[in-house]
């Protein structure tokens, strides 16, 4: 297994709803990755996770949530988003840590906050 | 920091026409490079990497040679296809414990 599943693909949301975006990858990949991404423009990273635990954090605001309850399985939970927290969310891994290892990404959940 | 410069598009090319897009990097110490593909309404896949000075990375007939001298890494196909239309991606990675970092993106597409 090579790849990087995300779901669900698309999800509308209201302002006030809770929701949770799923990753899931089984290559034995120790570093995980949330990224957002705009129309038209490169990928914005959000949150990494490296061995299970939380190491970077892009100053993203509190109304994104991340989990990591185990090395195969990356959530993104979200409460009270706003219409321009409307995106692609993809979700990423990586052999390690390390410069050498490009991530592998997955197909990415398009989220409408209407 | 660790930065990414790529030429802007939207590139139009023929088929069967010669593709470049050029790619600069800024970073201390020795990074690894990377070309990622995003076709619509997907995720990135990596096209091609080099991790050291003067390694060419290779994929689908797309070349990429890692100049450390001009700080480059430019993007090049012999004979484009319409399939090859999407968004290119050029990144670093950069030493340690740092994550991906991308240029902006360049929008190929080609007409038949």
């Known amino acids: 297994d090579t790849e990087v599943t995300q779901t669900p693909k698309h999800l509308v949301m209201g302002m006030t709803n809770k929701k949770s975006l799923k990753c899931e990858q089984h290559?034995?990949?120790?570093?995980m990755y949330w990224y957002k991404q705009k129309a038209k423009k490169p990928p914005e990273l959000m949150f990494v996770?490296?061995?299970?635990?939380?190491?970077i954090n892009e100053s993203v605001p509190s109304r994104f949530s991340p989990e990591c309850p185990n090395s195969s399985l990356l959530n993104l939970h979200l409460h009270a988003l706003q219409p321009e927290d409307s995106a692609l969310y993809l979700c990423?891994?990586?052999?390690?840590?390390?410069?050498?290892?490009?991530?592998?990404f997955g197909s990415g959940t398009r989220l409408t906050v209407v | 920091g660790n930065s990414v410069t790529q030429m802007e598009g939207p590139v139009t090319l023929s088929e069967e026409a010669f593709l470049t897009i050029n790619c600069t990097y800024t970073a201390t110490g020795y990074p690894s490079l990377f070309w990622y593909v995003q076709y619509p309404g997907e995720g990135l896949q990596l096209l091609l990497k080099a991790t050291k000075a003067d390694d060419k990375g290779s994929n689908k007939g797309f070349e990429a040679t890692y100049r450390k001298e001009t700080t480059s890494f430019h993007l090049e196909k012999g004979s484009v296809q319409v399939s090859d239309s999407a968004v290119y991606f050029c990144a670093l990675r950069g030493t340690g414990n740092t994550p991906l970092v991308f240029g902006k993106g360049t929008r190929l597409s080609v007409i038949a």
């Open positions: 290559m034995g990949h120790r570093a």
């Open positions: 990423a891994s990586s052999q390690a840590p390390t410069e050498n290892y490009g991530y592998t």
């Open positions: 996770y490296s061995y299970e635990k939380l190491s």
